[in-house]
């Protein structure tokens, strides 16, 4: 059984469990217990049923989180309800699927949001695959950026995302890299009209190296973006299939990166 054909059989509770099963009960009219309480995390190989419950916990964690960093500056602006609805359409979700996550969207802007306890809880489901959290991270910050006003609340409150799944200020920074050489760079509070052809000085910053780096160390950041992005790969780690999409979207992303690197030193 898939991780949606879980869900809408009613597995969750006992497939997920703690705080993310908790969103998934609410969302789904169950009385499951909305307190932390205690949650398990599959041992072992990422064999088909813990492949699922990650699947399960990368959905219910993304658009719920969405809510939260949305609400991060007071209020949701329909700019930032429209935001979330184009990441929703990118990943060509079911009407059943889209109902869930704008549910799990709408529980992240409560007041009562358990942020840290389903950032600890997310991290530990996804053992700690830091390919798969890069991915989460991602989609965090493009959404933040997707309604063109990254206020300095929604920034810090990424901060505090990105330490909560165990990575580093350094990694946010190189995120956050990638997904301004998306949006092209503005300043604070301007709007964009969309994704942007990178320039040289964001396509060194989307593959993290200097700019005095050597051809080898420029091939060797590239080949190592790409192993992280790959769809396959992500997938097979636990990334729900419905946003693949959303991964190659940023695999064209690092080419192109590397593509106005390479036209830039001449690289045949």
Same mark, same amino acid.
């Given at each position: 059984? &898939? ?39 599959? %041992? ?5 049923? !813990? ?40 990943? #060509? ?16 802007? =409560? ?37 063109? =006003?990254? &206020?300095?609340? %929604? ?13 580093? =200020?350094? %990694?946010?920074?190189?995120?956050? &890299? ?14 964009? !009209? ?16 200097? &700019? ?39 695999? #064209? ?16």
């Amino acid at each position: 059984m &898939s991780w949606w054909g879980k869900i809408v059989g009613g597995a969750f509770g006992f497939a997920l469990g703690g705080p993310l099963g908790a969103l998934l009960g609410v969302a789904f009219g169950h009385n499951l217990d909305r307190g932390l309480g205690k949650f398990t995390v599959l %041992e072992g190989g990422l064999d088909e049923a !813990s492949n699922e419950r990650i699947q399960m916990a990368f959905f219910t964690a993304t658009f719920a989180v969405m809510g939260h960093i949305a609400k991060a500056d007071g209020e949701v602006s329909r700019d930032e309800i429209e935001m979330a609805n184009q990441v929703m359409e990118r990943m #060509n979700l079911k009407d059943e699927q889209r109902k869930l996550a704008r549910d799990l969207f709408k529980q992240g802007r =409560d007041d009562t949001f358990p942020l840290d306890e389903v950032l600890e809880q997310f991290r530990q489901e996804c053992h700690r695959r830091t390919t798969l959290l890069r991915m989460f991270m991602e989609i965090q910050i493009s959404a933040a950026h997707a309604d063109g =006003d990254y &206020s300095s609340s %929604e920034r810090n409150m990424l901060r505090r995302v990105c330490k909560g799944i165990g990575f580093s =200020d350094h %990694e946010f920074l190189h995120l956050e &890299s990638m997904v301004k050489a998306h949006f092209g760079s503005y300043a604070d509070g301007a709007s964009t !009209s969309g994704p942007v052809r990178p320039t040289v000085a964001d396509a060194y910053a989307v593959l993290d190296v200097a &700019s005095d780096a050597s051809d080898a160390e420029v091939k060797k950041a590239y080949r190592r973006l790409m192993n992280q992005h790959h769809p396959d790969k992500l997938v097979s780690k636990g990334l729900p299939e419905e946003m693949m999409k959303l991964a190659a979207e940023k695999t #064209n992303e690092i080419k192109q990166a590397y593509e106005a690197i390479k036209e830039q030193r001449d690289i045949r």
